[in-house]
């Protein structure tokens, strides 16, 4: 009976942690160490790592493979940088790098597999659970990304974060402020990508707009404001882009919403609506932007300069 109960606890950890356990959990439930040799020998449970098992039949899956690690490393180890995007589900960020942080001086890490990295700073503030997994949290995650990974691809998944307002810009002032020092890696990148969302920033909705903006600022061209509210005595809409001193809008038709003849007809109507205001409107597609970036930007330019 005193077995069974000792079998069903580790079950229970292995459950909440995708079939994984370490022999620390093993020995807090009553295994004995001759019950745990048992156990393998017998092929209940498989030997993954030094003090980490697999209860046999469970599949291996991404998420295992980061407690694997979190167990390696120990108690207060978190999943870290690029698999903490993944994660969370950051665009960007597919399943498939294993990550994990932990304060300095810990313990010996040696994962099996994937990257540890040692912090001399990660307060329970900067962790979370995702999935019941422990992770950093998103700021602490994307501050970590900038002092890892290319700036464009950081500039990206602080848009994205923002985007779907999860995150805002002053937590992540917050963050900087937490972890900024001299030589702490991230520390300028992170700055710089705060210093230019500034109090009335708009992130942009979606990756069609981010490829925009930045071909904007490949070619000189000054930003717009971005998603406003117009209307007359009604609401008429919200404009991806409006140039205001040159009355221009930009509407950025992605690659679903405005394909059906349905929506070519409300996008005509509406159009028709604010030239009636006196703007004038141009619409650039996903194709546009991606495969013909200089079209887009000459005529950009020539509508501009007809309004100058």
């Keep these: 009976m005193r077995r069974n109960a000792m079998d069903q606890a580790v079950r229970r950890f292995a459950d909440r942690q995708h079939g994984v356990f370490s022999a620390a959990q093993a020995r807090s439930a009553g295994a004995s160490p001759d019950g745990i040799k048992w156990r393998v020998e017998s092929g209940a449970w498989e030997v993954l790592a030094r003090g980490v098992y697999r209860l046999s039949g469970a599949p291996n899956t ?62 329970a503030s900067h962790v979370t659970l995702v999935d019941g997994i422990p992770v950093t949290t998103l700021e602490r995650t994307l501050f970590d990304l900038a002092g890892a990974i290319n700036e464009k691809r950081v500039d990206r998944a602080i848009e994205n974060a923002l985007a779907r307002r999860w995150t805002t810009v002053e937590r992540l002032w917050g963050i900087w402020a937490d972890l900024a020092a001299r030589r702490r890696p991230g520390t300028r990148v992170m700055r710089k990508q705060l210093m230019k969302r500034g109090p009335a920033y708009v992130a942009r909705e979606s990756e069609l707009e981010i490829r925009f903006s930045d071909l904007l600022d490949l070619n000189g061209v000054r930003q717009p404001e971005w998603q406003i509210d117009l209307g007359d005595e009604t609401f008429i809409g919200r404009v991806d882009c409006l140039f205001r001193g040159a009355r221009l809008i930009v509407e950025l038709d992605g690659r679903v919403g405005h394909v059906g003849v349905l929506d070519e007809a409300r996008d005509a109507e509406r159009d028709q609506r604010l030239r009636a205001l006196g703007y004038r409107v141009r619409r650039f597609t996903w194709e546009d932007v991606v495969f013909r970036p200089k079209w887009v930007i000459s005529e950009l330019r020539n509508e501009l300069q007809l309004a100058a």
């Design 62 to 123: 991404w998420r295992q493979r980061l407690w694997i690690a979190l167990l390696v490393a120990g108690p207060g180890a978190a999943v870290a940088r690029e698999a903490a995007a993944a994660l969370r589900r950051v665009p960007g960020f597919p399943e498939g790098p294993i990550e994990v942080v932990a304060a300095h001086g810990m313990k010996d890490h040696r994962l099996p597999f994937g990257k540890f990295y040692e912090t001399r700073l990660l307060p």
